[in-house]
């Protein structure tokens, strides 16, 4: 395993599409985090899994987003009636249990509205 | 709630000179961890640095060392020999609870 994933790494979509994102946490690791990152600033916390089990969300992830991680592997991040401000970076990341300290960021996938 | 500052959005260092990033943070908790985070053009985010604040000791990493201190909030990153490698958005970052809180970034650009 090389590290986290995520797919596509760019994205354009028309404003008031719906818009998914896959991210592969390292296999090991069984936190999975999203996080948003907006041109000029630094990456927002929106959500994170414990296997497949949703922890805590922010109040960043409006009800236009949803995450999922069905089987405590893979997740996804599923945008809908995507918006012009929802144009950002999104990072996903892993760590194994609570060491955070020592989570490993994906590429990114980067998400232009139009 | 925990907040970190980077009050300088860029910086411009010669190659092989010494730099130092600044950091602030505020928290009411005694024990956490900091962090500097690199994030080169196009590139994913790479943890260079990590603190942990019941350590006294200033943490190194090759040619990456923090200041450290606990009393001020303060945590800067001084990178010596600086390469052109070492471009790149450079993010201070402060552990609350189970997610990981990033100031704005410093970009910082190697002049050769």
């Known amino acids: 395993d090389t590290g986290v994933s995520q797919d596509p790494r760019h994205k354009i979509t028309k404003r008031g599409q719906n818009v998914t994102f896959r991210c592969d946490p390292i296999s090991e690791h069984n936190r999975l985090y999203w996080y948003r990152q907006t041109l000029g600033q630094g990456p927002e916390f929106l959500t994170y899994f414990q296997n497949e089990a949703q922890l805590e969300k922010s109040r960043l992830l409006s009800d236009r987003f949803s995450a999922e991680r069905p089987k405590g592997s893979f997740s996804t991040l599923e945008i809908q009636r995507t918006e012009q401000g929802d144009s950002a970076m999104y990072l996903c990341a892993s760590s194994l249990g609570d060491r955070i300290h020592e989570q490993y960021f994906g590429p990114g996938t980067r998400l232009t509205v139009t | 709630a925990q907040t970190v500052t980077q009050s300088q959005p860029e910086m411009s260092v010669q190659e092989a000179e010494t730099v130092t990033l600044s950091c602030t943070y505020d928290t009411s908790e005694s024990d956490y961890y900091l962090f500097w985070y690199k994030q080169p053009p196009s590139r994913q985010m790479i943890l260079v640095i990590r603190?942990?604040?019941?350590?006294?000791q200033n943490a190194t990493e090759n040619r990456f060392s923090v200041n450290f201190q606990k009393a001020a909030k303060s945590f800067s990153l001084k990178i010596s020999d600086s390469q052109l490698g070492d471009a790149a958005m450079y993010f201070c970052a402060y552990r609350s609870d189970d997610k990981i809180i990033f100031g704005k970034g410093t970009r910082l650009h190697i002049l050769p």
């Open positions: 603190q942990e604040a019941y350590k006294q």
